[in-house]
């Protein structure tokens, strides 16, 4: 069976999607070089700016036309349906993105992030090319490609002291946003759940095993 996540987009389709879905792996890679203050002032104004494209469009039928002319090709149906009014993807990044690099101390928000881009779009072309065997909300295979992928993240991405528990602590993380990925199909958008699950989830872990390890990145902007 296809990966039941991915609703009825073609998959050359969703090849262009997560393609361009890639290239919200900008914001980790400039965040980790600059301030949350320097990020938030680019972030939360692309994030408005999104809202009003998404509200716009789902209030004057002309807009609507002309954007799903453009970008239609590239949504899902529940982001296209008239009726529900949904958010698109891209607002739900901006969104995550803001809230992610707001909440979380950097070196959280950096893999949590990276995290979202990278597995999402391994969750999503290898539940969709390779998905047989159901895993509760979607398939075996695309969780297994998002939990994989994002461990490889984890080995990659910066540390605070490079404790072994520090990446223990992170391949956990991962597990609880693979099965957030998995189960936030229907009622919740992933592109918020992924994040904010491995965040909170990292934080909790480091308070609890590593209670005094100052959460901050060695030479790099707060």
């Known amino acids: 069976m296809p990966d039941i996540d991915?609703?009825?987009?073609?998959?050359?389709?969703?090849?262009?999607?997560?393609?361009?879905?890639?290239c919200s792996l900008s914001i980790?890679?400039?965040?980790?070089?600059?301030?949350?203050?320097?990020?938030?002032i680019v972030l939360i104004p692309l994030t408005v700016i999104s809202l009003i494209i998404d509200i716009s469009r789902h209030i004057f039928p002309d807009?609507?036309?002309?954007?799903?002319?453009?970008f239609g090709i590239m949504m899902r149906p529940h982001e296209l349906d008239?009726?529900?009014?949904?958010?698109?993807?891209?607002?739900?990044?901006?969104?995550s993105g803001a809230l992610t690099v707001f909440l979380f101390p950097k070196v959280f928000a950096v893999t949590a992030f990276t995290v979202l881009i990278i597995s999402d779009i391994a969750a999503a072309l290898i539940g969709r090319k390779f998905g047989k065997h159901r895993f509760?909300?979607?398939?075996?295979?695309?969780t297994m490609?998002?939990?994989?992928?994002?461990?490889?993240?984890?080995?990659?991405?910066?540390?605070?002291?490079?404790?072994?528990g520090e990446f223990i602590i992170g391949f956990l993380a991962?597990?609880?946003?693979?099965?957030?990925?998995?189960?936030?199909?229907?009622w919740a958008d992933d592109n918020l759940a992924i994040p904010l699950t491995i965040g909170f989830v990292m934080w909790g872990l480091y308070l609890i095993f590593f209670p005094?390890?100052?959460?901050?990145?060695?030479g790099v902007p707060v």
Do not use: M
């Not at 991915?6 to 890639?22: F, M, V």
């Not at 008239?82 to 969104?95: D, E, M, Q, R």
């Not at 005094?212 to 060695?218: K, M, T």
């Open 82 to 95: 008239p009726k529900s009014k949904n958010l698109s993807g891209a607002t739900y990044v901006f969104i």
């Open 136 to 142: 509760l909300a979607k398939s075996l295979e695309g």
């Open 212 to 218: 005094g390890l100052p959460l901050v990145l060695s």
């Open 145 to 164: 490609a998002f939990f994989i992928s994002g461990c490889i993240v984890v080995l990659l991405t910066p540390k605070v002291g490079y404790l072994p």
């Open 28 to 40: 980790p890679v400039i965040y980790y070089f600059i301030s949350r203050e320097s990020a938030l």
């Open 6 to 22: 991915r609703g009825t987009i073609a998959y050359t389709n969703e090849l262009l999607r997560k393609s361009i879905h890639l």
């Open 174 to 186: 991962i597990a609880a946003g693979a099965i957030a990925e998995n189960i936030s199909y229907g």
């Open 63 to 70: 807009f609507n036309v002309f954007f799903n002319r453009f």
